[in-house]
T-cell receptor, first 109, second 113 residues
């Protein structure tokens, strides 16, 4: 059974700080790795998708990396802002997407 | 959540009653998914569809059935709702599997009393 783990479960940082969210997966036969953002009471919004042949993807202040050999992905957020406060989930796609339980991020002004 | 709508958004029902949740998409995507999200468990796949009348089970399919008679609609049915099925249900769509972004609906909150 594929498992996806996210550490830490919660993170609190002051505005302006750079931060890294971690995602690990047990099965390296992964098609792609996706990072999502979820605001309270809302659905998930896709942030970045990294295909298995890629090592990283960037969008604005976000950079996601994928290391299949070590079973890890990281989401780097540069110069964090209070508007970045949300729960961030990663999902590893095998035949379907398996999700981690998420990291709840709070960025304080 | 452009292109994907879920209904109803909120429902309260009693144990033993049937419940149907609807997911409607306007993107003409091939794949549709039903997930449930619960504290401590995260998002878990219930069923998914890879075409009209083509469906398969996910991780937590017991007690649920699905139907897809049209590309745009994917129905999730609880034949006899139980309190353990109290959850937030999310529908998602993707053009293909393997290299396509999943787009999620806004969710349907179901409470079974």
């Amino acid at each position: 059974k594929q498992e996806v783990t996210q550490i830490p479960a919660a993170l609190s940082v002051p505005e302006g700080e750079n931060l890294v969210l971690n995602c690990s997966f047990t099965d390296s036969a992964i098609y792609n790795l996706q990072w999502f953002r979820q605001d309270p009471g809302k659905g998930l919004t896709s942030l970045l998708l990294i295909q298995s042949s890629q090592r990283e993807q960037t969008s604005g202040r976000l950079n996601a990396s994928l290391d299949k050999s070590s079973g890890r992905s990281t989401l780097y957020i540069a110069a964090s802002q209070p508007g970045d406060s949300a729960t961030y989930l990663c999902g590893g796609e095998y035949s379907t997407l398996t999700f981690g339980k998420g990291t709840m991020l709070l960025v304080s002004p | 959540d452009a292109g994907i709508t879920q209904s109803p958004r909120h429902k309260v029902t009693e144990t033993g009653t049937p419940v149907t949740l609807r997911c409607h998409q306007t993107e003409n995507h091939r794949y549709m998914y039903w997930y449930r999200q619960d504290p401590g468990h995260g998002l878990r796949l219930i069923h998914y569809s890879y075409g009209v009348k083509d469906t398969d089970k996910g991780e937590v399919s017991d007690g649920y059935s699905v139907s897809r008679s049209k590309t745009e609609d994917f129905l999730l049915t609880l034949e006899s709702a139980t309190s353990s099925q109290t959850s937030v249900y999310f529908c998602a769509i993707s053009e293909e599997s393997g290299a396509n972004v999943l787009t999620f609906g806004a969710g349907s909150r179901l409470t079974v009393l």
